[in-house]
């Protein structure tokens, strides 16, 4: 039977432990909703110093998370819902499930729409933002519903890049956002999220609830140190010989290297793209590469349209 998990807990390691346990478990579309108080959430491949300002997370008391997919840096608190739609591959629609949110958002009175690959819209604002993950048998879709989220503090503590801003003709975080509440003072939590549940239902079937503490806790545990653990939030920091930088209309992308005897020693790419093995077959194909442009252009010739497109703008930063 289908099946909903509401999380009671507002930990972000704990929360993102259930969220992949639940992706290594389920065989039928579930639902699992859940808060993480006073954090900042990045993308797989996301360099952390240069998606948040660490001192401004932690004046607060926030916590620094890292999760499975992709795309961009984010900021959650109380004011804000998550919701992660767990799938078999077989089943795994992004239409469909954006169409379970819209229906939600509209039965509570707010006209939404979706765009773009990840965002959901309300008054030509972003109030929901998108990213997956996909695995051989299951895949998830997840993202946040911003009902009253202290837009303020999120502004402070995301250094969003300005090509990011610029390519989605905005000026700032704050002029590109919306509460949901905004558009409809009374909305609270409960009823925004007793609305995504009927509209679950109405697409999947019926589905039985459950608190997410039936699940087996010493497997969460045990993802939750995964989640909390320095080596997984921030990662490797070495030194590199090279970096540059840049913007695609599918995602930014950093490329660092490490040099010797004239070749690719190391390269890590940290990247908000959406897919989210974009940075680890970019870093494979440099790997050994002559630092010359014309060796970097020939590996990436041929390639799929990104990893080709990555590849000559580095060659083009090579022979520049």
């Not at 933002?129 to 051989?136: P, S, V």
């Amino acid at each position: 039977m289908n099946a909903i998990y509401f999380a009671k807990d507002t930990d972000p390691w704990k929360n993102l432990a259930v969220e992949e346990y639940l992706l290594d478990t389920i065989d039928t579309p579930t639902l699992y909703l859940w808060q993480n108080a006073k954090t900042v959430v990045i993308g797989r491949h996301q360099n952390v110093w240069a998606e948040c300002d660490l001192k401004e997370l932690e004046s607060f008391g926030g916590r620094l998370a890292r999760r499975l997919s992709g795309g961009g840096a984010v900021y959650h608190d109380l004011g804000n819902i998550n919701f992660t739609f767990l799938m078999p591959r077989a089943l795994y629609d992004q239409q469909r499930q954006n169409a379970v949110l819209l229906r939600a958002v509209q039965d509570v009175g707010i006209r939404a729409e979706a765009t773009g690959r990840n965002d959901l819209l309300a008054d030509g604002r972003k109030f929901s933002g998108h990213a997956f993950c996909l695995r051989e048998r299951t895949a998830y879709h997840h993202g946040t519903l911003l009902l009253d989220v202290d837009v303020e503090r999120m502004t402070r503590v995301l250094t969003v890049d300005a090509s990011k801003l610029a390519s989605k003709a905005v000026a700032s975080v704050r002029s590109r956002v919306v509460n949901l509440r905004e558009l409809r003072p009374e909305l609270t939590v409960e009823a925004l999220t007793e609305s995504v549940c009927r509209a679950f239902c109405r697409e999947y079937g019926e589905a039985e609830s459950f608190d997410t503490g039936v699940l087996p806790q010493e497997d969460i545990a045990r993802l939750r140190e995964k989640y909390a653990s320095w080596d997984w939030r921030f990662g490797e920091t070495p030194s590199f010989d090279v970096r540059m930088k840049t913007r695609f209309p599918w995602g930014g992308v950093e490329v660092c290297l490490n040099l010797r005897d004239a070749r690719v020693e190391r390269a890590a790419v940290y990247t908000d793209a959406m897919d989210t093995e974009f940075a680890q077959r970019m870093e494979n194909r440099l790997l050994g590469l002559p630092y010359d442009a014309a060796g970097i252009a020939e590996a990436f010739c041929g390639q799929e349209p990104a990893l080709a497109e990555c590849g000559a703008w580095v060659a083009s930063q090579v022979a520049g």
